[in-house]
T-cell receptor, first 114, second 115 residues
Framework: DSGVTQTPKHLITATGQRVTLRCSPR?????VYWYQQSLDQGLQFLIH???????AKGNILERFSAQQFPDLHSELNLSSLELGDSALYFC?????????????FGPGTRLTVT | GENVEQHPSTLSVQEGDSAVIKCTYS??????FPWYKQELGKRPQLIID?????GEKKDQRIAVTLNKTAKHFSLHITETQPEDSAVYFC??????????????FGKGTKLSVKP
């Protein structure tokens, strides 16, 4: 158990819908990273928040957005969902904000868009 | 931005043999290189990492080597066991540009250890 929690574990929804994925970092960690992992694909970096502020964006679609709250948990919002958005979504946390610290992954949320 | 290439994509070895996975990176400013193990349906788990001021690091049966000049790093697993079967990902921390400070992952190597 990495100490990073994600909810829900599974999510099934229809095309065009909107969902929110939640992540709570390890105690003491200030950074939250979001990744997308499609079938047989590697981990695609989406976005990074550090202590409530957006630090960097990766290959994140405009339909996706995220935020980090004062208690440091983070939410990833996915809207106008398409079949291709079906994937595992992981968040990871680390103590620092520069990316040079160990990142610990949560168990992931498996999103299925039908 | 940073690009990380990982080879091979699949690797099959006999129990007890060694396994080597290689990665190359493009950003010469990268300075942190972790390796993750992901079992089917589970989270990626950090197994070892190396920073650019070190050439080699070992942890029991696992070792990582880094060649900054050639911009490549490798994972070595000795005396492989069936429980080593998983997908292994290398990553590099981008130094500049859009990927600055963030991990860019290779596409993974599926390691199968046959009893």
């Amino acid at each position: 158990d990495s100490g990073v929690t994600q909810t829900p574990k599974h999510l099934i929804t229809a095309t065009g819908q909107r969902v929110t994925l939640r992540c709570s970092p390890r105690s003491g960690d200030l950074s939250v990273y979001w990744y997308q992992q499609s079938l047989d694909q590697g981990l695609q970096f989406l976005i990074h928040y550090y202590n409530g502020e957006e630090r960097a964006k990766g290959n994140i679609l405009e339909r996706f957005s995220a935020q980090q709250f004062p208690d440091l948990h983070s939410e990833l919002n996915l809207s106008s969902l398409e079949l291709g958005d079906s994937a595992l979504y992981f968040c990871a946390s680390s103590v620092g904000g520069t990316g040079a610290y160990e990142q610990y992954f949560g168990p992931g949320t498996r999103l299925t868009v039908t | 931005g940073e690009n990380v290439e990982q080879h091979p994509s699949t690797l099959s070895v006999q129990e007890g043999d060694s396994a080597v996975i290689k990665c190359t990176y493009s950003d010469s400013a990268s300075n942190y290189f972790p390796w993750y193990k992901q079992e089917l349906g589970k989270r990626p788990q950090l197994i070892i990492d190396i920073r650019s001021n070190v050439g080699e690091k070992k942890d029991q049966r696992i070792a990582v080597t880094l060649n900054k000049t050639a911009k490549h790093f490798s994972l070595h697993i000795t005396e492989t066991q069936p429980e080593d079967s998983a997908v292994y990902f290398c990553a590099a921390r981008g130094g500049y540009g859009g990927s600055q400070g963030n991990l860019i992952f290779g596409k993974g190597t599926k390691l199968s250890v046959k009893p």
